[in-house]
C-alpha cells in the first residue's frame, strides 16, 4: 500500500467551476501537508502549506487537512485555463530538522475556457 | 532573487557513462533534497544533504548513485555507468534552514539514457 493515494485523473473542468482535489494517507506521523503546482516538463510550484487539522486560504485556493480521517484536499475557486496543470501533494512528519517529502501521484487538471 | 537553480536541463548519455547533475540552492538556503520523477510516476525522495553533510539517503538507490553538497559550489547528483532505467527526470529542492519543510524545487534535468 503506498503511503499517499491520489486520484492521477485526468480531471477535465469547465472555466469557472470549483475544482476539489483529493489525497488520503496512511503514515499518521505526517504533519506537514503541501500542494504543488506542476506544469508540463517543469519543476514543481509550492501552492499550499499547512500544518496539522485545519483549513487555510490563499486567494481561490483553499487547503483542507482532516488528520483524523488522514485526508487532505486543495479546493481552485473560479478556476481558469492557466490552472491546467498536475496537482500534487505532498507531507511529511518532522520540520526542524528537515524530512523528506512524500508525494502522491498527482492529479491532471484541464480547465476548459 | 534567483530561484533553484540546476544543470543541465538535459543531459543525454549512452548506457555505461556517468551524468553529473548540479544544483545550486535559492540563496540563504542551507538544505538541498534531490527527487526523481520516473515516466508516469510521481517524486520520489533519494536524498537530503546540509553543507559538506548527507542528512539523509535512504531514497538513493544502493549502487551507482552518489551526491553532495561541499562548502562551495552547487550540489552534485552523480550516476555511474548509467542504464536506460535511470532515464528519468530529476529535481533538486532547496529550503531555508529552520523551515526545511518548505520546498522550493528547481526546473529539473531530464536525463536520457540512450
Known amino acids: 500500500q503506498k503511503e499517499v493515494e491520489q486520484d492521477p485523473g485526468p480531471l477535465s473542468v469547465p472555466e469557472g467551476a470549483i475544482v476539489s482535489l483529493n489525497c488520503t494517507y496512511s503514515n499518521s506521523a505526517f504533519q506537514y501537508f503541501m500542494w504543488y503546482r506542476q506544469y508540463s516538463r517543469k519543476g514543481p510550484e509550492l501552492l499550499m502549506y499547512?500544518?496539522?487539522?485545519g483549513n487555510k486560504e490563499d486567494g481561490r485556493f483553499t487547503a483542507q487537512v482532516d488528520k483524523s480521517s488522514k485526508y487532505i484536499s486543495l479546493f481552485i475557486r473560479d478556476s481558469q485555463p492557466s490552472d491546467s496543470a498536475t496537482y500534487l501533494c505532498?507531507?511529511?512528519?518532522?520540520?526542524?530538522?528537515?524530512?523528506?517529502?512524500?508525494f502522491g501521484e498527482g492529479t491532471q487538471l484541464t480547465v476548459n475556457p | 532573487n534567483a530561484g533553484v537553480m540546476q544543470n543541465p536541463r538535459h543531459l543525454v548519455r549512452r548506457r555505461g557513462q556517468e551524468a553529473r547533475l548540479r544544483c545550486s540552492p535559492m540563496?540563504?538556503?542551507?538544505?538541498v533534497y534531490w527527487y526523481r520523477q520516473l515516466p508516469e510516476e510521481g517524486l520520489k525522495f533519494m536524498v537530503y544533504l546540509q553543507k559538506e553533510n548527507i542528512i539523509d539517503e535512504s531514497g538513493m538507490p544502493k549502487e551507482r548513485f552518489s551526491a553532495e553538497f561541499p562548502k562551495e559550489g552547487p550540489s552534485i547528483l552523480r550516476i555511474q555507468q548509467v542504464v536506460r532505467g535511470d532515464s528519468a527526470a530529476y529535481f533538486c529542492?532547496?529550503?531555508?534552514?529552520?523551515?526545511?519543510?518548505?520546498?522550493?524545487f528547481g526546473p529539473g534535468t531530464r536525463l536520457t539514457v540512450l
Open positions: 540563496k540563504g538556503h542551507s538544505h
Open positions: 499547512t500544518y496539522s487539522s
Open positions: 505532498a507531507m511529511s512528519a518532522r520540520e526542524t530538522s528537515g524530512s523528506r517529502l512524500t
Open positions: 529542492a532547496s529550503s531555508p534552514q529552520g523551515a526545511a519543510d518548505t520546498q522550493y
